[in-house]
């Protein structure tokens, strides 16, 4: 049952960034996560802080995520934007090789050059438009079948 409300608290909280509601997202991603930790959460934990201008606090969600899934490619790729984002080229470059590993189709250099020609403002843009439902609704594994049927349903 917990795993279930979790995961139902996790799949509201998606649909609330999707719908801009970021104020809603936090609350239902951390009542997620006190139930359970997912993967799910974690990263639109990590959105939300971000958005917030709370990097710290984003960093901090998306190396628990990490922690215990090292290849998922939106934290990996969100934890890139970040470092650019702030324009730290050398570690976002790095991340973005990580990236690669896990996702071929990535082009590192055209991300990178794309950051380094915007503005700082610019670059935090660039990195929050990171929220790709269907990457998200991959970090459920036995759920993704009864997510997608939510998103569904809610017309996202």
Do not use: Y
């Amino acid at each position: 049952k917990g795993r279930e409300d979790a995961s139902t608290l996790s799949l509201l909280a998606l649909a609330e960034g999707l719908c801009g509601d970021w104020k809603a997202c936090r609350k239902r991603a951390e009542q997620s996560l006190s139930l359970e930790e997912s993967a799910a959460a974690l990263f639109l934990l990590a959105l939300v802080h971000l958005r917030d201008g709370r990097i710290a606090a984003a960093e901090g969600r998306l190396d628990q995520l990490l922690a215990n899934a090292p290849e998922s490619v939106p934290a990996l790729r969100l934890r890139a934007r970040i470092l650019l984002a702030r324009g730290w080229w050398t570690k976002g470059r790095e991340a973005l090789e990580r990236l690669r590993m896990m996702d071929p189709s990535v082009d590192a250099e055209a991300e990178e050059g794309l950051f380094r020609g915007l503005s700082a403002s610019g670059r935090r843009d660039r990195a929050l438009s990171t929220l790709d439902a269907g990457e998200v609704l991959d970090m459920w594994d036995p759920v993704t079948e009864e997510a997608d049927v939510f998103l569904r349903q809610v017309d996202l």
